[in-house]
């Protein structure tokens, strides 16, 4: 069966990034947990990883509703990335129950922006985004009468 997933590049903040995220949706990370930068093999033409980006996270994944993975990874510039968050990119979530909506609506959007709030919308569904306190963009759909 098909899945939808989304992946999180951060510069260097997925471990914790990743922990706040399990801290509400629950759940365990997919074995084997966090993948360290350490745990790549050396490859041919490459420079030696230094040693402060050793304990980066190569791969994580995080199941949070009905099978859905959230991935992530570090990204950090001194391997070639530039992190910069768009606005164009947002989680969808459709969440089964007002209660557990609400919830998770309350516990993403703190330290981060509400964008909007909460609501009854024309299509059918409680309705709401936010950013989270990483940058992350976050939808909410609920269509329980």
Same mark, same amino acid.
């Given at each position: 069966? #098909? +899945?939808?997933?989304?992946?999180?590049?951060?510069?260097?903040?997925?471990?914790?990034?990743?922990?706040?995220?399990? #801290? &509400?949706?629950?759940?365990?990370?997919?074995?084997?947990?966090?993948?360290?930068?350490?745990?790549?093999? *050396?490859?041919?033409?490459?420079?030696?990883?230094?040693?402060?980006?050793?304990?980066?996270?190569?791969?994580? !994944?995080? *199941? &949070?509703?009905?099978?859905?993975?959230?991935?992530?990874?570090?990204?950090? !510039?001194?391997?070639?990335?530039?992190?910069?968050?768009?606005?164009? &990119?947002?989680?969808?979530?459709?969440?089964?129950?007002?209660?557990?909506?609400?919830?998770?609506?309350?516990?993403?959007?703190?330290?981060?922006?509400?964008?909007? !709030?909460?609501?009854?919308?024309?299509?059918?569904?409680?309705?709401? #985004?936010?950013?989270?306190?990483?940058?992350?963009?976050?939808?909410?759909?609920?269509?329980? +009468?």
């Amino acid at each position: 069966m #098909s +899945k939808v997933s989304v992946y999180l590049n951060f510069a260097t903040q997925t471990e914790v990034a990743f922990n706040y995220y399990k #801290s &509400i949706f629950g759940g365990d990370f997919t074995e084997p947990g966090f993948r360290r930068f350490s745990d790549m093999p *050396p490859m041919e033409g490459m420079p030696p990883l230094p040693d402060h980006l050793k304990n980066g996270v190569m791969h994580v !994944e995080l *199941p &949070i509703l009905n099978g859905f993975k959230l991935m992530g990874t570090d990204a950090p !510039e001194e391997m070639g990335f530039k992190v910069n968050f768009g606005n164009n &990119i947002y989680i969808n979530l459709e969440i089964d129950t007002r209660a557990e909506t609400k919830r998770l609506f309350d516990a993403l959007s703190d330290e981060g922006t509400v964008e909007q !709030e909460l609501a009854e919308m024309f299509w059918g569904a409680y309705f709401g #985004s936010c950013v989270d306190k990483y940058g992350v963009r976050w939808m909410f759909n609920c269509e329980e +009468k």
